[in-house]
């Protein structure tokens, strides 16, 4: 089985390598389809699911769901029953065969897979130029630094409720791409064969 | 001209990365070749120039070569001078042609020659254990994971003179790459295709 994630800064173009790696591997890319099949397993909708944050979070006692925080506390409410059936839904889909994940904490989700784990990511400016080239609202520079930060912060956030491994910390990853200044549609030839090389050079 | 430096950290596989990669791409792979080359023109021996750390660098006042410390103190000494030929000499050879530079600040003192920057890193065990591999010395564990340290901070320390893009931050570089649990030679076919990809996709 050959998985590979893509965690990502907003606006680096993580999700445009994904989706142009599985079409070039011929494989799906699962992104906002992970979303939506938990968003109606859960009648909930897509946009609450998407935009989990840690302020989504409630700490309760007890409740048998979740991780420890601090001795004795556990979190439980709609957004962590989202999360961890987000996590079934990865699985499920990883199961069934080669594939690309963008995001939702793939790769610490599926460490028994032993995916290729990237990660994306650009200098501020460029992730700027990227977002107000992209920008459908009129929103103003200011206005996407701020969803910038937020974004990131809130990734970062839902990410540690899964795993120890920090998010955009090369540590993490396999491999961590820089986009600034570089056109993504260029970098994904070389992509792919950076994965056909990482999965034939396991098992050292 | 395309140029490829190599950042990494001890044991990580980085130095036969650049070698691989350049045997790949038929271009020369400058590392221990600009030490004696330094090494010549000072009549420094070539562990000198090799080992230069920040304790070699002492501060005295005043000085025309190096950066400022503070508000007034500057830095110079044989080390200094050593590392200074050393930049002359990396430009030197990057102007003859497609190169790779393994270490050494390349990336930094090259920078208008818009070299792909690649740093190379592994977890922690996967460098002791390649390291014991190798030891020649009959060297300890211990002994290993101090040398390990001791010179990634003096890589990291020297490369402060020269630049502010932080030694090993994946911010600094255009790829990242961790050797952990994979075989080094199998990465080279995918390394040789990122870099041609990176290089066609410049100018966006």
Redesign the interface.
């Known amino acids: 089985m050959r998985i590979i994630t893509i965690g990502r800064e907003f606006g680096s173009g993580g999700r445009e390598i994904g989706k142009r790696l599985a079409d070039a591997l011929g494989v799906p890319c699962y992104d906002k389809e992970i979303i939506h099949e938990v968003a109606i397993l859960h009648g909930l909708s897509p946009e609450y699911v998407d935009n989990i944050s840690m302020k989504d979070i409630q700490f309760v006692y007890p409740s048998t769901i979740g991780r420890t925080f601090g001795a004795t506390a556990y979190y439980n409410n709609s957004a962590i029953t989202a999360l961890a059936s987000q996590q079934e839904v990865i699985k499920k889909l990883a199961s069934q065969g080669d594939c690309v994940f963008v995001g939702r904490g793939a790769d610490a989700v599926l460490e028994a897979f032993n995916p290729l784990n990237i990660?994306v990511?650009a200098?501020k400016d460029a992730k700027l130029k990227r977002c107000m080239e992209r920008a459908t609202d009129g929103e103003t520079e200011k206005e996407i630094l701020k969803q910038m930060q937020r974004i990131d912060k809130s990734r970062a956030g839902v990410r540690n409720l899964l795993t120890d491994k920090a998010w955009g910390k090369?540590?993490t990853?396999?491999?961590?791409?820089?986009t600034?200044?570089?056109?993504?549609?260029?970098?994904?030839?070389?992509?792919?064969?950076?994965?056909?090389?990482?999965f034939?050079?396991?098992?050292?």
């Open positions: 990660f990511y200098d090369k540590e990853y396999h491999l961590c791409v820089n600034t200044g570089v056109e993504i549609k260029a970098l994904v030839p070389g992509l792919v064969e950076y994965a056909k090389s990482w034939e050079g396991q098992g050292e």
